[in-house]
């Protein structure tokens, strides 16, 4: 819903009271996803992120003048975090954009937001020399990887595991 809300023919149509309520929608459900990430991971915020951004393209604000759309526009395209400043440089924009009208969310959490982990895109090789464009993530600790291996042993038995940690 999310995305098809933020659809430029839709966006049209708002005026921009609509669309500041409609801000302040995205705001509410995304302080209801912080308070189930294991629900809505990293895709969750993305959508809402990626909605926000059009929203504010859509009153013809110049984005790269409020935001660091080097960093942003990787995120909202392919989920690729490579600075957590990306969540604060959004919000502050949405703060901007709705000034003085925000209405106050209780608590708005930010804790799935600071606990996502940073990555980046580059090329890794696999043992027999195959180059893969893969996604690299910040350190992880033990439990983190012993979780993401049992999820994906899980939900992809079938899938040859490569350890690239040092692990067994």
Known sequence: MELFLCNKEILSQLGTDEKKDLMN????????KNTLPDLYKNNGFQTIYLAIVKLLDSEKIDLNQVLNMDLVTPYITTGILKSRAIFKEINNSVSNYLSGNLIPIS???????????ESVQANVYTPKGYVVYATIEDEMTETDRTNEDNYYSSNYPLATKINTYGGA
Request: aromatic share 16%; net charge negative; proline share 0%.
């Open 25 to 32: 929608e995205y705001r509410l459900k995304k302080s209801e």
């Open 107 to 117: 608590e708005e959490s930010t804790y799935y937001e600071d606990n996502i982990r």
